[in-house]
């Protein structure tokens, strides 16, 4: 399996600091460095914009310190993978309480950082292990019975699916054909990550949409990118903002 490179965000208040930790990682060409914040405000907003798959994250700060910035992270994103870097030894048994990865002390060693290294590379191989077992237990494909032959649809060519009583009509690449499963049924057997429920007899994939325009009384609009507008009833539209990552 082809892990993905590690996605990293510095969050310290001193430059030099955040230039050492660039330095180490200079011989690590599997960890990609995507931002860097001389705060832990600016660290929030970060996260929240870039998803960071690591963070270096120093304790004492002006303001809100490492701890705080942790547990003020929002619930419904996934966490990031944690090594504190700090001139303190004294916090370590409360950072492995957070389930840091490590507990780096300045002057960053080297030899010391590459062993934190290894083990974030280790933890990140076992949580990309889990996402692909997952992925792999959901339906890929399926078969629509077309007269007397089966047509076989991949999931990913899904644009949206209607509910009709024990049918759906799943709609992909501009074609719309009748299945005999109930949409509560197939919903279970798709991706969450993909398959986004806005109505109650209504799925769509989220990668074809491309507009959502509010409308009356907490409804909204779904655009996809073949022009389809389909109701976003006010009851999914919570889920639909989480997924959609809209404020």
Not at 83 to 105: K, P
Not at 116 to 131: D, E, I, P, S, T
Request: charged share 20%; with cysteine; aromatic share 6%.
């Amino acid at each position: 399996m082809n892990v993905p490179a590690i996605r990293a965000l510095l969050v310290d208040d001193e430059l030099l600091a955040r230039l050492a930790i660039r330095q180490a990682l200079a011989t690590h060409s599997d960890i990609t460095i995507v931002g860097e914040c001389g705060n832990a405000t600016e660290a929030k907003q970060a996260i929240e914009a870039l998803s960071p798959d690591l963070i270096f994250l120093d304790i004492k700060m002006p303001g809100m310190d490492g701890f705080r910035l942790l547990h003020g992270m929002r619930r419904d994103t996934a966490r990031p993978m944690i090594v504190f870097a700090t001139a303190y030894g004294q916090h370590a048994l409360q950072a492995f309480d957070a389930n840091a990865i490590d507990y780096l002390l300045k002057p960053i060693d080297q030899a010391r950082f590459d062993q934190a290294m290894a083990r974030v590379r280790q933890h990140w191989g076992g949580l990309n292990n889990v996402a692909t077992a997952a992925k792999s237990a959901y339906q890929q494909r399926i078969s629509v019975v077309c007269g007397e032959h089966v047509r076989v649809i991949a999931a990913s060519d899904i644009d949206w699916i209607r509910a009709d009583g024990n049918y759906v009509h799943i709609h992909a690449s501009g074609k719309s054909h009748l299945h005999r499963e109930t949409l509560t049924g197939l919903l279970a057997s798709l991706d969450p990550a993909r398959f986004l429920r806005i109505h109650r007899g209504i799925v769509v994939n989220v990668d074809r949409i491309a507009e959502v325009h509010p409308l009356f009384q907490g409804s909204a609009e779904v655009v996809l990118h073949d022009g389809t507008r389909l109701n976003l009833s006010r009851r999914f539209r919570a889920s639909a903002r989480l997924a959609l990552g809209m404020s």
